[in-house]
């Protein structure tokens, strides 16, 4: 059995500052159901675009429950120490930083990873040559019912902190079937 779950330690971050920034004017809001992104269509193979789509079936009933958040602010970059890019191996100048909120009864529907927002967005010029990765980082301490998963694996009960990576290939959601807000940082860019 394979390990799709990579735990890479537990990394001190301002955590109450980098969750105060989603209510600063400057931070822009993405929210929207998971079933209606364009995203989840885009740059896939056969098998998984036939995939996606019948995910996108069969939550889009229930969207309501496929509704979260996901929060940008240039300013969360310089909230995290200078030596996490060394230590994690990823260019500062070059990564999309993201907070994913998901209230209560909330979930991320199966999907995979094109990093299409960061990649289009980047200013490398020569962003195809470069292997891209995203790390994964719990900002609330271990919550009742909220989770990662990742193929058949599960990330659950997670301290604060706890930085993961999969493989963007492998079929993967996260959920909060708890009773208290969930809030994940993700760091996605190119290897240094």
Request: with cysteine.
């Amino acid at each position: 059995m394979t390990k799709n779950i990579v735990y890479h330690g537990v990394v001190r971050l301002p955590f109450d500052r980098i969750i105060k920034i989603i209510k600063k004017k400057s931070t822009r809001v993405d929210a929207s159901f998971d079933t209606e992104r364009s995203s989840y269509l885009r740059n896939r193979s056969e098998r998984q675009l036939e995939q996606s789509r019948k995910i996108i079936e069969l939550y889009h009933p229930k969207k309501n429950v496929a509704y979260f958040y996901r929060y940008t602010n240039d300013n969360l970059i310089e909230l995290i120490p200078k030596n996490f890019w060394r230590k994690y191996n990823i260019e500062k100048q070059n990564c999309r930083v993201q907070i994913l909120h998901h209230p209560p009864g909330t979930v991320s529907i199966p999907h995979i990873d094109r990093y299409d927002s960061m990649i289009s967005t980047s200013k490398n010029k020569n962003k195809k040559n470069k292997r891209t990765k995203r790390l994964w980082i719990s900002l609330t301490k271990p919550r009742m019912g909220q989770a990662l998963f990742v193929g058949n694996e599960v990330a659950y009960n997670l301290k604060q902190g706890t930085v993961l990576s999969f493989n963007k290939n492998i079929l993967h959601s996260g959920c909060n079937v708890g009773f208290q807000d969930r809030y994940v940082l993700t760091v996605t860019g190119f290897s240094s």
